[in-house]
């Protein structure tokens, strides 16, 4: 937020910092038995109310002024995906790939839309979006479904998997869905980045592109790192590979094998990359040159996330941030 910022730790506490560390608020809603499950919060803002649902089945709204507890219900299943609002609805999707819709001022359910279901569960949180009058999800076994945002009722259906993954879905990760003018953009680690069109879920292009990594777009171009650490710039409109930079051959070969992306985000004129083995990686963004890397841990971290002139890393317990 433009004064602060919202945290959770292992037990699910959340916690509302200001920029001068301050902490503003912290409240916990969770049992005891709860606590050791170790809840992972999403969290969604429209206006003062903060939206919060886990991965042990609970939704609840929050004061965001003082953490106070609004409502609070229990879902089905437990929440693997991003939280979104639209008016007077929010949206998430649960571990049986359903797309859920309720009432902010109440938690009530208003519709919902079951996609196809799967017998493992995938490390890859879903991802959806808003766009005009349809809400777009993905599952867990890569199907691109567009529901109408009043009716619940389904507009089109893209899958983008054959029915052997089914099967695999434990090793099957997605990126976040990004949208831009009137086309979506995603990819996975099977190799494939796609473009499609939001209106009618047509693919206008698609590239040999192994990423989970959320895409970026800037102007007229697309950015993405592999999970082998190759930078891809892509024109948006036709899907042509313009450069690729393997920004990891500034490490040995052996020890290349050995690293992943985690996420990464774009401030100013730079990339700023985390890998799995607690390195910074800063990119230049014009070249693609690697320009400085730093250790913040010594193990995964967090993707990047830039507020307030600042860039935050997240670790295990407790939030970094750095120039």
Known sequence: FKKGLIFFDRKGTIIKYNYNQKVIWRKNYYSKYEKKLGPKLNFSVENN?????DNVAKVFSLDINNGDLIWSINNRYPINSEIKIHKDKFFFIDFENTLKCYYLRNGSECWSVQTQKTFTISDSKNSLIINDNLVIFNNSIGDITAVDISTGFIEWQLPTQNNKIIDKTYNFEISQLVFDSNFLYFSNNKNQFY?????????????KINSSLSPVVIGEYIFTISNEGLLFTIQKDSGNIIRVNNIYNVYSEKKRKTIKPVGFVVGGNNIY???????IMVIELISGRVINIKKTFKSVVSKPFISNKSL?????GSINQYN
């Open 195 to 207: 473009c499609v069109d939001i209106k009618n879920g047509i693919i206008n292009w698609m590239n």
């Open 312 to 316: 935050f890393l997240i670790k295990n």
């Open 273 to 279: 990359l985390t890998n799995n083995d607690g390195k």
């Open 49 to 53: 109310n903060l939206i919060v649902a």
